[in-house]
């Protein structure tokens, strides 16, 4: 199912955009606020992000053009001032389209729909249909969309938590040393900090993992460093 993003400060307008979203068979997640609701965008994947521009917080503006760094995913921004319009133009900031309040809810979800579609079309033909997805022992992970699942239930991950359980998972039972880690999947010198390793992997095992004691899938090498379990 698809899941969309709403920022949006003002509680009505959240709620009677999440009703026809719902109503429509979206998945919706609301924040109602700027700096929280910038953190959940990138903290988990979403097919689309709805945003206010008006925020406490951080503004939709700089939300936008944080998103657009990072991810291709649609955006579309909303607003009650038609000088915002010009403003999200003018500024290139990667919306894909833009709504001036008060809009008809069932105008937001037709547009939505097309967005969702124009993207996955996009998408689609990018990849050469191979899917690279890997599921070992009902942990499956996407590096697609970098989703995981642990037994079906979504978890979510950081961008470079993401990247270490997969570099991990697609050599399994390969001992890398955290030095190693480092460079593969920060792809810096192992000079840099490797402490920031071992702060990952303990990430993405709370997330994971049923018993961080007895890990199923990342195993710590004493004195050397991780395997993913085969
Ligand atoms: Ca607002």
């Excluded at 955009?17 to 606020?33: P, Q, W």
């Excluded at 894909?96 to 309040?101: A, E, L, N, P």
């Excluded at 022992?137 to 991950?157: A, F």
Aim: proline share 3%.
């Amino acid at each position: 199912m698809s899941r969309i993003l709403v920022i949006e400060d003002e509680q009505a307008i959240a709620d009677l955009e999440r009703d026809y979203l719902e109503l429509s068979g979206f998945d919706v997640d609301i924040e109602h606020d700027g700096k929280a609701g910038m953190k959940k965008a990138l903290s988990r994947h979403y097919d689309m992000y709805i945003l206010d521009v008006m925020l406490p917080g951080i503004d939709g503006f700089e939300i936008c053009s944080k998103i657009r760094n990072l991810r291709d995913t649609p955006i579309i921004m909303v607003s009650a001032r038609k000088e915002d319009i010009d403003k999200i133009r003018g500024l290139g900031l990667g919306a894909d389209d833009y709504m001036t309040k008060p809009f008809s809810p069932s105008e937001l979800v037709a547009r939505v729909k097309a967005h969702m579609a124009r993207y996955r079309r996009l998408t689609n033909s990018d990849d050469n249909g191979t899917d690279r997805s890997i599921t070992i022992r009902g942990l499956r992970m996407d590096p697609e969309s970098h989703r995981v699942w642990v037994n079906g239930e979504e978890k979510s991950l950081t961008t470079k938590e993401f990247e270490v359980l997969f570099f991990l998972a697609e050599h399994p039972n390969h001992v890398f040393t955290k030095e190693e880690l480092f460079r593969r999947v920060w792809n810096m010198d192992s000079y840099g900090d490797i402490a920031t390793v071992t702060v990952h992997v303990k990430k993405v095992r709370d997330k994971i993992e049923k018993d961080k004691n007895n890990p199923e899938y990342i195993e710590t090498i004493w004195g050397v460093g991780y395997r993913f379990k085969r």
